[in-house]
């Protein structure tokens, strides 16, 4: 059983429900998961088996709690473990196909929240999955896009099963 820790910051809730449909998809497979709101805590040493941050991109960086938070945790108990940049992105199309292509445009880019996480991860001697996590919100301030969730779940789902196979437990069966 994977322990994963999901730390998030948050302005208008859209975030909060990525890193929830994030926890939920963890806990579906049997797995533990503590989430924590940077607004009401501030988990600086917790440790686990993947670490997943998030943030709304904001002028195309992290918001200034998870910068804070980046530059304060206890990095040691991460070391050769995955840390998932996640972030909320938007406004963007609430055409599906528009929206996802503009996803895989942001894809990799250190102008969005996620980008920002990896490069404070990244200074801090640690080493962040290449692979950002981008969710969309069709509105200046949310809802989150229809497909949104479910994105999350599933990239969740894949970081999961990548953290399996660094930690030498691909074999461990899931519920």
Known sequence: M????????TVHGSTGEVAEAIAEEIRSGGDQAEVYDLRTS?????????????????????????????????????????????????????????RNSMLQRMEGSSRTAAGTIQKAVTRRGLAAAPEQMHLAVTGMWGP?????????MALARKHLTEARRERGMENVQMA
């Open 144 to 152: 989150l896009a229809p497909d949104a969730r479910d994105m999350a």
């Open 2 to 9: 994977l322990k994963a820790i999901i730390v998030f910051d």
């Open 42 to 98: 501030n988990p600086l040493d917790v440790s686990g088996d993947i670490l997943f941050v998030g943030s709304p991109t904001r002028t195309g960086k992290m918001t200034r709690r998870t910068a804070e938070y980046l530059e304060n945790f206890d990095a040691g108990p991460w070391r050769g473990r995955r840390i998932v940049a996640f972030d909320t992105v938007g406004p963007l199309s609430k055409d599906a196909e528009k």
